[in-house]
């Protein structure tokens, strides 16, 4: 058993217990939960685990191998710095960071420090959005040309303290939750190398938008696309594969993205299709975020004992990347070549 700290107890953060509790490799050590609330809570739901409030005993328990961040997005960064200095392996909760040079430093410091960061990009790990890697890279569809995700869903909540409406704590909404889709476009298309530009469009503060559309294009001609609204109601998402040979379409619905019972499904048509013809409908295990952190944190583990991350830094860092591109494209008005760097916000 490797024993793990997690640091901050919100709404997320709780689920992330829960899924250290149910990992078979992980034993919850300590809990840091900075503000009272959060701490009363942990206290009242894990009477037998230490509750801090700040981050110093976990650094200086030789026992904690491991740090698990789900805090404030604009606390990622200072707060995994903090602990790979300390020695300890980290889980970190996306984004990665709220800017690029803050993302290099953390791998900077993995790299120093001879321990294991990995990013919290989940739906990897997934039964429903991991199987569509693996049908790419089986062939099931041919060399895939696009790729597309839609996000339909709820305005976000406020967060503790309101920090999800604070651009100085969020950093943006693109980066709040676009970024997962970012990072799964990018793993999909992996054979495509990095995008060449970006071109987005927001309805409203391009940090903050409630519609976003964003266009990533490649070397090759491919193209993939992200559109994502948050005026809208319940928790849908929607994402097609087109390749070659085939294609595969995915779709995930619930009342709320935390949902334990949502619906899915995902299906694949090998070869070219016909008028009326059935796609192949793939059997799915459970599967959304609060079914993947159990999954990711059991494999975490696993990789903190390989020496290896379960999600690269490096790929997180694109991800941040994209986000950062399309708050500036859609500021500005015009397409963006990936080199050009995000700007200034």
Sequence with gaps: MMRIALVGYGAWGQHHARALDEAPSAELAAIVAHGEASAAAAAAGRPHVPVHRDLAPVLSDPGIEAVVIAAPNALHAPLALAALKAGKHVLLEKPMALTLADCDALVAAAKAAGRVLTIGHEMRVSSQWGRVKGLIEEGAI???????????RFPYRTGSGRWRYEAGSV?????EEPVHYFDLLLWY?????????????????????NALAVTLRFAGGQFATLNTVVGG????????????????RSLWSASMDRSFSPTASLHVFRGRALPGEMAEALPLA???????????AEQAVQGFRAGRALVPPEAARDAVRCCLLAERSA???????WDEGPGTS
């Design 189 to 209: 298309g992996e054979a495509w190398g990095p995008p060449v530009t970006l071109r987005a469009l927001a309805d409203g503060d391009p940090r903050m938008p």
């Design 233 to 248: 109601f319940e928790h849908h998402v929607a994402l097609q594969v087109m390749g070659e040979a085939g294609a595969i």
């Design 142 to 152: 041919g060399a895939p040309r696009h790729a597309g995700i839609t996000l339909f």
């Design 171 to 175: 950093g943006s909404w693109i980066l």
């Design 331 to 337: 500021r500005e008005g015009r397409e963006i070549r």
């Design 286 to 296: 459970a599967t959304g975020e609060v079914f993947e952190l159990v999954t990711q």
